[in-house]
Nanobody, 116 residues
């Protein structure tokens, strides 16, 4: 089970940190990803972090502004979002993929709204 939190309403230029707490799985063996889905748009992968070496991936639209990290001792993955823009407005989901396979487990999402 994945539980995302930390969303909210902020102004452009502000920061937010999303958290996703995992339970019921061996967290350290899972790639973790943050996805988002804006109204009328397809879900997209925003950032991901590997289970074994901590390598990260970022969508071009968030590079330099967002940082994904994980704390295996707390079974939690984070998404630090800085310099937020109105186009970052979306429901953000965390997901888990066992040892780099397909994302199988999904959280319920947390809404991020960025006003201009």
């Amino acid at each position: 089970q994945l539980q995302a939190s930390g969303g909210g309403l902020v102004q452009a230029g502000d920061s937010l940190r999303l958290s996703c707490a995992a339970s019921g799985l061996t967290f350290s063996r899972y790639n973790m990803g943050w996805f988002r889905q804006a109204p009328g748009k397809e879900r997209e992968l925003v950032a991901a972090i590997t289970w074994n070496d901590g390598n990260t991936y970022y969508a071009d639209s968030v590079k330099g502004r967002f940082t994904i990290s994980r704390d295996n001792a707390k079974n939690t993955v984070y998404l630090q979002m800085n310099s937020l823009k109105p186009e970052d407005t979306a429901v953000y989901y965390c997901a888990a993929a066992l040892m780099g396979r397909q994302y199988k487990y999904w959280g319920r999402g947390t809404l991020v709204t960025v006003s201009s």
